[in-house]
């Protein structure tokens, strides 16, 4: 008797286990699940805000997002739909057959929104007008006229993110939780009467996320304007550039810009869209180029670091050098004559460089010490279209002596941004970030964005040893190729590079400089880069010296919050 008792109340215990288990189940973890279908099942929504903000370093919107009126259509209260335009032509003034097309765009018994962006006048005279299954409800345009870092952010169509971090962090901006404007019905779908349309709550689900980034807009609209304001280099084209400013000591990418521009909320795409022919959508600033003599520094640290090249060791540079058959010009007729490494830099020698990587160091060291400043693979900042670039495995005398002044390889404007702050940082690659945090529905961190470690990439006093030459580049009283980049009142160093490319229409110049300011203590790395720009020295080492000038007149980019430099 006593083991049937025992059994019996074994029997009960796991039952009543069993009842605890599904409750919890049901109540616990599938709750969300159950009250989104329970929602779904009473009642026929329009989520109002689908999608999160993106936000500069201090919580201000970039993307510029307008004040709205949508017209929410619910077709199982409203009337035909050329009765609804009537209606809706009454109300606002536009004719009645705009509103017809607008509405017959949508097929279907569920609710839609009619794109009509209204403004509040119209709006109140929707709401008045009373008309049966249609409310004018508050639905912000995302992308305003202002909208900045078009190509950091992207855009996004009805399939979700396209580009930018709208695509690489859709599932974070995207949800189903928040406010809707919704119509109730009965267990057979019907309308309930008396209920109409209203403002509604749907706890259940995801809530859209926002991201804060480490950009400034005060200055990404500085760069933006001047990038706006700067002349093509040369006629029929338009001016195809990227500029990146980082923060040396903290890694922050505090600005970057890319032109041509391009419209969000219509972006080209397809061969036949407007402008497409000069890739709008292609963000140049993680794109990736051949860096002419903006490589040379990191050949100049590979010389210093092995010890093939002392600091004040003399070169002759007669003007030409000749491997095998193949002749190399210096861009200065006649050559430089005695020069030391510092002046090569100063003057951007070509010869006195393939000397160096050539005769010095050779295909391994130099690649080797590429790889330290972070050449060869991408930051990692969270973008899917960052390219990591190309270091290529030159052999041949021609191509090693290429290589030794910038050729033959690929780089991106932020992969050159980072090199030189880690020239600031003595040898130290800073670790370098575009998102700063994924923010809940109430600001909240979440989580901190992909950031770049920070790596040593160079001794420091050979980091030091090449900072202090490359102030003889912009010296204004010298004779060095980036005395255009020159910041007065600030000062500034760094490097001019002229890039060739062979394209179907010919060889063109690609213009670079990159490089930091203030001269003592620097603040900002600009990296620069326009299409077709010739010499460095000329379009990008004066794009850099007025992007310097506007940040640090207006008083420079500031601290992130809750972020110390």
């Known amino acids: 008797m006593r ?8 029997a009960f215990t796991a039952l009543w286990l069993v009842q605890v288990a599904q409750l919890w189940r049901w109540q616990v973890r599938e709750a969300p699940v159950l009250a989104r279908r329970a929602a779904a099942q009473r009642m026929r929504a329009l989520q109002l805000a689908p999608r999160g903000l993106v936000l500069d370093r201090l919580g201000r919107p970039l993307t510029d997002p307008q004040p709205r009126w949508d017209v929410a ?52 005279a929707v709401a008045a007008a009373e008309i049966p299954g249609v409310a004018a409800v508050p ?49 057979s779908g019907r309308p309930l009467e008396g209920l109409g349309v209203r403002a509604v709550d749907v706890p259940a689900g995801k809530p859209p996320l926002s991201i804060r980034l480490t950009l400034d807009g005060r200055a990404q609209a500085a760069v933006e304007r001047i990038l706006d304001g700067w002349s093509p280099p040369g006629p029929g084209a338009p001016l195809r550039a990227a500029v990146v400013v980082l923060d040396p000591r903290s890694g922050d990418i505090l600005a970057m810009a890319s032109r041509p521009q391009f419209d969000p909320l219509r972006p080209p795409v397809g061969p036949g869209a407007p402008g497409a022919a000069w890739a709008p959508l292609v963000n140049r600033a993680v794109a990736p180029y051949p860096p002419g003599s903006v490589f040379k520094p990191v050949v100049a640290a590979a010389a210093l670091e092995t010890g093939a090249v002392a600091p004040g060791e003399p070169f002759e540079c007669s003007g030409s050098y000749t491997i ?9 007729p006649g050559g430089h004559g005695r020069i030391t490494l510092a002046g090569a830099l100063a003057q951007s020698c070509n010869i006195t ?40 495995a030159p052999r041949y005398g021609g191509e090693v002596a290429q290589l030794a002044f910038g050729q033959g390889l690929l780089v991106t404007p932020l992969q050159v941004a980072r090199a030189y702050a880690a020239l600031v940082r ?42 202090r030459d490359l102030e003889g580049v912009t010296d204004p009283n010298g004779t060095g190729t980036g005395r255009n980049a020159w910041v007065p009142g600030w000062g500034s160093a760094g490097k001019t590079g002229s890039a060739e490319v062979v394209t179907p229409d010919g ?15 620097p603040r900002l790395v600009i990296a620069v880069l326009i299409e077709e720009g010739g010499a460095g020295g000329q379009g990008a080492a004066r794009l850099s010296r007025e992007v310097a000038r506007a940040l640090l007149d207006a008083g420079g980019p500031r601290p992130a919050r809750g972020r110390a430099p």
């Open 3 to 10: 083991r049937r008792i025992w059994l019996l109340a074994a």
């Open 73 to 124: 259509v619910f077709p199982a209260l409203a009337g035909s739909p050329d009765e609804v335009a009537r209606a809706l032509a009454r109300a606002t003034g536009e004719p009645a057959p705009v509103w017809a097309g607008r509405l017959r765009a949508h097929a279907g018994a569920g609710p839609y929104w009619a794109g009509a962006e209204l403004t509040a006048g119209p709006a109140r």
């Open 139 to 187: 639905r912000p345009v995302r992308y305003g006229p202002g909208a900045l870092a078009r190509h950091v952010i992207g855009y996004v169509n009805q399939a979700g993110g396209q580009l930018g971090l709208e695509a690489a962090f859709d599932a974070e901006l995207r949800g189903d939780a928040g406010p809707h404007v919704a119509a109730f019905v009965d267990g």
């Open 324 to 332: 095998g058959g193949q002749t190399f010009t210096d861009p200065r």
């Open 353 to 392: 460089f393939i000397r160096i990587g050539y005769e010095r160091l050779g295909t391994d060291r130099m690649l080797a010490t590429a790889r330290r400043f972070g050449f060869g693979a991408p930051v990692g900042i969270g973008l899917r279209e960052e390219a990591g670039g190309f270091l290529p």
């Open 426 to 467: 003595d040898g130290l690659l800073p670790p370098v970030g575009l998102v700063d945090a994924v923010l809940g529905p109430d600001g909240t961190p979440l989580r901190r964005g992909p950031r770049a470690p920070a790596v040593p990439a160079l001794a420091p006093e050979v980091a030091r040893q090449i900072a």
């Open 507 to 521: 060889l063109v110049v690609h213009s670079w400089f990159a490089g930091w300011t203030p001269l003592r203590d």
